[in-house]
């Protein structure tokens, strides 16, 4: 497994973060109750979005897709994980290292397009109040949802197909929590310019484009907000938006501790970095959205009521 330079057909030694027994179990115990806090919240968004009437609003809409998008992002990665750290056998086959990036590059790509829709959505409801029903239309949010998934997609699929292209050689032991590009790149003993190009390239139309649409549209509400006459009006016009920004500060500022760096310097020691925007920002998100959220409460309360009666 170590010797070749063939990567198709080949195996990976996923080794985690640490291998010493007892950091393991203190690890695994710890990665599971994420993991099942994630699941459960961003369950119970979706759940009560889809059941209350009174959700049925672009802003939630969108809320319920990134929830999605955040069950699914943590279910292709920390399942396997928590194996790993009970299991002798640490081994992901080559084809499952692919498809394990795939989902990884596109969801985290899928994420961020949500962040930078909804960062539209709250510059509408708060500079173009009146116009708000017709301008984020049932039919445009089921657009610009669809045109997330598209990029996100075709993002993943371009970086897969080009990892491909890679060849292995060596050791294949991956002292990270899952087959991350970066990671990949660095084992790789053949020329990866293309994909380093490409990697910029789509970088930047797929991250920093929407990260610019969120700083524009921040700039925009902010100044709106200040030109309100009333304190009180200013407090609910910001606090439509403050859990948006608080989510939009932890997926932005988590990325760029892993990614904003020369390939070269990748190491091992970003694996904690890693872990707050793979397994922290996907647990928190349900938190952030309806922590200070009375509409949110109130659907949460209706649900867990409806599902108590039920059992009585």
């Known amino acids: 497994m170590d010797g070749g330079n063939q990567s198709e057909g080949s195996e990976f030694l996923l080794l985690g973060i640490s291998e010493s027994p007892e950091q393991q179990r203190m690890l695994f115990w710890m990665f599971l109750v994420m993991y099942l806090v994630t699941v ?19 802003m939630y809409f969108f809320l319920a897709n990134l929830s999605f998008t955040d069950l699914f992002f943590v279910t292709n990665t920390i399942p396997k994980m928590l194996v790993n750290l009970q299991s002798q056998n640490k ?14 590059v596109s969801l985290v790509a899928l994420d961020n397009l949500i962040l930078a829709v909804m960062a539209y959505d709250r510059y509408v409801a708060i500079c173009c109040p009146l ?43 991956i002292h990270y929590i899952f087959c991350e590009m970066y ?19 789509t970088g930047c139309f797929i991250f920093l484009i929407p990260f610019g649409f969120v700083i524009i549209s921040y700039v925009l509400i902010i100044r709106a907000i200040l030109r309100i006459p009333s304190v009180s009006k200013k407090y609910k016009a910001f606090s439509t938006c403050a859990s948006h920004l608080g989510a939009v500060s932890l997926f932005y500022g988590t990325l760029c501790m892993v990614y904003l760096k020369p390939l070269h ?28 959220n009375k509409d949110m409460h109130g659907a949460l309360g209706r649900l867990l009521d409806k599902h108590f009666k039920r059992l009585t």
């Open 40 to 58: 459960l919240g961003n369950v119970l968004i979706i759940l009560a979005i889809s059941s209350d009437s009174r959700l049925h609003t672009p």
């Open 91 to 104: 081994v992901i086959s080559y084809a499952g290292c692919l498809m394990q990036l795939y989902f990884l």
């Open 131 to 173: 116009h708000y029903t017709t301008a984020m239309s049932p039919k445009l949010c089921i657009l610009l949802l669809s045109l997330c998934w598209v990029l996100s997609v075709l993002y993943g699929l371009i970086h897969t197909l080009l990892m491909t292209r890679v060849t292995f050689c060596g050791s294949r032991k």
């Open 183 to 201: 990671v990949l790149l660095r084992m790789a003993c053949s020329n990866i310019q293309i994909n380093h190009t490409v990697l910029i390239a």
């Open 265 to 292: 310097t990748y190491s091992v020691k970003d694996s904690v970095a890693t872990v707050m925007y793979a397994v922290v920002t996907p647990m928190m998100n349900p938190f952030i959205y309806s922590l200070r």
